[in-house]
């Protein structure tokens, strides 16, 4: 077979599975509860970045300054809710033709894997069913540094023992996007990733990308 690429790397929230509008109510309800401006085009930002940068962003319209400790406790309060909202996940919040996609990419020959900057990953996949399911999951247990750094893209490419540039990456985000370029690997952008120059492939729904391996 001669195939571009050999594997294929998802990232989680937004690609497979609807979290990420879990993640801006979980936001949304801290912020306001602060007393702070939220919105979705700030939201856009937090995208594939980790729990602590996404705080970052959404203090830099803070009235007051917060100490380290008092910031750790904000962030322990959106992943409260945010893991309160992830009870109610299951198989139905896979994406449109998420389950076809990935059946026919493995018919097809390819290694599948996850990369993506959350913590929760685990238990979001074993809340969809897909827990065991990937050849290789590298999330924000095992990284120092999140998208945009390469750093989960490569640890998922080392875990499934292929080079780079036979990866291919599905991102929701813009830094998700550039931290798969940064990796060497292509990219296919899917929603809001899609207004990227830098991805290689745009897909409107998740099967398309069978149009490209
Ligand atoms: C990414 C999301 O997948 O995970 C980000 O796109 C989120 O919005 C990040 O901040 C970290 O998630 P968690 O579950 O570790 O808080
Ligand atoms: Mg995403």
Not at 28 to 35: C, D, I, N, V
Not at 66 to 79: I, M, P, V
Not at 151 to 160: G, K, T
Request: with cysteine.
């Amino acid at each position: 077979m001669n195939k571009r690429y050999q594997a294929v790397i998802f990232d989680l929230d937004g690609v497979i599975v609807s979290t990420d509008h879990y993640h801006f109510l979980a936001w949304s309800k801290l912020a306001e509860q602060e007393g702070i401006e939220f919105n979705e085009q700030i939201n856009h930002r937090l995208r594939g970045v980790s729990r602590m940068e996404s705080l970052e962003i959404i203090l830099e319209k803070a009235k007051k300054s917060y100490t380290q400790d008092e910031k750790r406790k904000l962030a322990e309060r959106k992943n409260e809710v945010y893991r309160s909202l992830l009870g109610q996940l299951n198989e139905n919040d896979m994406l449109p033709g998420v389950p076809e996609t990935l059946s026919a990419l493995r018919e097809r020959g390819y290694q599948i894997a996850i990369g993506s900057s959350s913590k929760n990953t685990p238990v979001i996949l074993e809340r969809i069913g897909l827990s065991g399911y990937f050849d290789a999951v590298a999330d924000g247990n095992g990284i120092v540094h999140s998208k945009p750094d390469p750093e989960v893209f490569l640890l998922a490419a080392s875990q499934l023992g292929v080079p780079s540039a036979a990866c291919l990456v599905v991102e929701d985000a813009e830094a998700g996007v550039i931290a798969a370029k940064r990796g060497g690997m292509a990219v296919a952008a899917i929603g809001e990733a899609r207004s990227c120059k830098e991805a290689n492939y745009s897909l409107e729904t998740i099967a398309d990308l069978l149009q490209y391996v």
